[in-house]
């Protein structure tokens, strides 16, 4: 019995016995989000670094609560002039570096093993194979996002309500600061995940996403005053950190105002790396 094969493979039965091409499989964006939702669940090394970002959030926010409560002169200043609900989530710091590195290993993994070729291959539209891979990407960051910073917020607004400090999700801005968490996540994973899409190198694309995120605002640390606050308020850890405020800084953008502009950080770099990623060789 003969048989026509189907470009992939598929074969389909035909009329005297013989089988037929069931016709050309099309490759959609519902198929390509599903592939990197199974691929972000089954690489081991995504589900340590989520889990790191996770626990190491939640516990140095922890950590830092219980520090503050302890210090008679930390306390009364967080009473006077700090911002409960942003101490609370103290750990978001290290949360962000963890975050980096997941968003700039969703795309540069497979560009060190050669499986991006694969992935281009059963979908030759590239740029829907990047916008899978950010979409799914960025919702889990949200989630681990916003399961950090509720956790966080709430077991430190217990410590401290135990000092004379009460703060609720009710209270003017603390529901948007606490969920501003997973937003502030997401955008970082999406600012790392397009270095990663322009880099093509992992150890590249975390270097300067740390760079960005974390060096920059050390080193503005030495500048003149004047200079310090002008240049201070538009780099990235300030202007997406300023979402999780409840009072605004002096020198800086407001909450959302900030933090628009940290998404606008982000979308020129995905801009940049989906224009690369269309132009050169896999």
């Known amino acids: 019995m003969t048989t026509a094969t189907h470009p992939f493979g598929a074969t389909a039965p035909a009329p005297g016995g013989m089988t037929a091409p069931i016709g050309p499989v099309k490759a959609t964006f519902g198929g390509a989000l599903r592939s990197e939702w199974t691929k972000i669940r089954s690489v081991r090394s995504t589900f340590w670094t989520l889990i790191v970002a996770l626990v190491a959030t939640v516990g140095v926010s922890v950590l830092v609560a219980l520090g503050t409560v302890g210090s008679k002169s930390a306390l009364e200043d967080l009473k006077t002039t700090g911002d409960p609900t942003m101490q609370t989530m103290s750990g978001f710091i290290l949360g962000m570096l963890a975050m980096v590195v997941f968003g700039a290993m969703a795309i540069t993994a497979e560009y060190s093993t050669g499986m991006i070729r694969t992935s281009f291959t059963s979908q030759p539209r590239r740029s829907v194979v990047l916008a899978a891979k950010a979409l799914v990407m960025a919702l889990v960051a949200l989630v681990i996002g916003l399961v950090s910073s509720f956790a966080s917020f709430l ?97 800086m953008f407001t909450a959302w105002t900030g933090f628009g502009i940290f998404a606008l950080y982000a979308l020129v770099v995905l801009i940049a790396g989906f224009w690369l990623t269309r132009k050169r060789d896999a």
């Open 155 to 251: 077991i430190g607004a217990r410590v401290f309500s135990g000092h004379g400090i009460h703060v609720g999700l009710g209270d003017p801005h603390v529901l948007r600061a606490v969920a501003g968490g997973g937003l502030f996540f997401a955008v970082t994973a999406l600012l790392a995940f397009g270095l990663g899409a322009v880099l093509r190198h992992t150890a590249g694309s975390i270097t300067a996403g740390v760079g960005l995120m974390f060096l920059l605002p050390v080193l503005q640390s030495f500048l003149p005053g004047s200079w310090r606050d002008h240049i201070g308020k538009w780099l990235p850890l300030n202007t997406g950190g300023n979402i999780m405020t409840t009072r605004n800084t002096e020198h």
